[in-house]
C-alpha cells in the first residue's frame, strides 16, 4: 500500500525568506501523480501545485516549486519570498494510476508559521 | 463556474442524533469523493460515488455511515446516531471523470461536525 510521510510537523520562516517542506512516499507503481495543498485557517482545502512522476521537470507556480526526485521517492515544497498569506497546514498527497487511482492518500501535514 | 460547494459548514449534534452533510460537485462533474479529516491529521478516503452510483466504499464505517449521490440533488453523507468520536471536517471533492488519469481533484470548504 502506497503510503505518504511528512516528518516535519511545524515549520517557521521569516517573511520574505524561502522555506523547504519535506516529504517522502512509499509505492510500487511507476506512473502516479504528486500534490501539495495547503489547508489556510479558513481550512478551505487549496491545490497549491501538482507534479507527474512521468514528467522529469519539477513543477513551478509563482513563488512555490517542487524538488521531485523520483529514484529517493522525495517530493519537497520550496516558498520563495514568504508572506504571511502562507501561513496555513500543507499536506503532500499522492494519486495512483492503477487499484483505487481515484483516491488521494494524504500526509500528516507540516504547520507553517511566517514570522513578521 | 462555481467551485464544490458544501453544507453546512458547521454542524453541531448531539450524541444519538443524525448529521447530513451536503455537497454540490463543480458543473460538470460527475465524480464525487468524501474524506475526513480528523484533528490533526490528514485526510482519510470515505467513499467515491458517480451518479446514482457508489464505485467504492471502502473507507466508510461499516455501521451508521451511508453515502448517496442521486441523479437529481447534491450527493448526501449520513450518520446516524453520531458519537463524540464522528466530530471531524468531513471535505468533498469532485473531479469530471477518471478517465484523464491524474486529473485534478477539487475540494469544497469542508463541513465541520461537533458532537456534543
Known amino acids: 500500500a502506497q503510503t505518504v510521510t511528512q516528518s516535519q510537523p511545524e515549520m517557521s520562516v521569516q517573511e520574505a525568506e524561502t522555506v523547504t517542506l519535506s516529504c517522502t512516499y512509499d509505492?510500487?507503481?511507476?506512473?502516479?501523480?504528486l500534490f501539495w495543498y495547503k489547508q489556510p485557517p479558513s481550512r478551505q482545502m487549496i491545490l497549491v501545485i501538482r507534479?507527474?512522476?512521468?514528467k522529469q521537470q519539477n513543477a513551478t507556480e509563482n513563488r512555490f516549486s517542487v524538488n521531485f526526485q523520483k529514484a529517493a521517492k522525495s517530493f519537497s515544497l520550496k516558498i520563495s519570498d514568504s508572506q504571511l498569506g502562507d501561513a496555513a497546514m500543507y499536506f503532500c498527497?499522492?494519486?495512483?494510476?492503477?487499484?483505487?487511482?481515484?483516491?488521494?492518500?494524504w500526509g500528516a501535514g507540516t504547520k507553517l508559521i511566517i514570522k513578521p | 463556474n462555481a467551485g464544490v460547494m458544501q453544507n453546512p459548514r458547521h454542524l453541531v449534534r448531539r450524541r444519538g442524533q443524525e448529521a447530513r452533510l451536503r455537497c454540490s460537485p463543480m458543473?460538470?462533474?460527475?465524480?464525487v469523493y468524501w474524506y475526513r479529516q480528523l484533528p490533526e491529521e490528514g485526510l482519510k478516503f470515505m467513499v467515491y460515488?458517480?451518479?446514482?452510483?457508489?464505485?467504492?466504499e471502502s473507507g466508510m464505517p461499516k455501521e451508521r455511515f451511508s453515502a448517496e449521490f442521486p441523479k437529481e440533488g447534491p450527493s448526501i453523507l449520513r450518520i446516524q446516531q453520531v458519537v463524540r468520536g464522528d466530530s471531524a471536517a468531513y471535505f468533498c471533492?469532485?473531479?469530471?471523470?477518471?478517465?484523464?488519469?491524474?486529473?485534478?481533484?477539487?475540494f469544497g470548504e469542508g463541513s465541520w461536525l461537533t458532537v456534543v
Open positions: 458543473k460538470g462533474h460527475s465524480h
Open positions: 509505492t510500487s507503481e511507476s506512473d502516479y501523480y
Open positions: 471533492a469532485s473531479s469530471p471523470r477518471l478517465g484523464i488519469s491524474g486529473n485534478t481533484i477539487y
Open positions: 498527497a499522492y494519486k495512483g494510476t492503477v487499484d483505487s487511482n481515484y483516491q488521494l492518500i
Open positions: 460515488l458517480q451518479k446514482e452510483n457508489i464505485i467504492d
Open positions: 507534479q507527474e512522476a512521468y
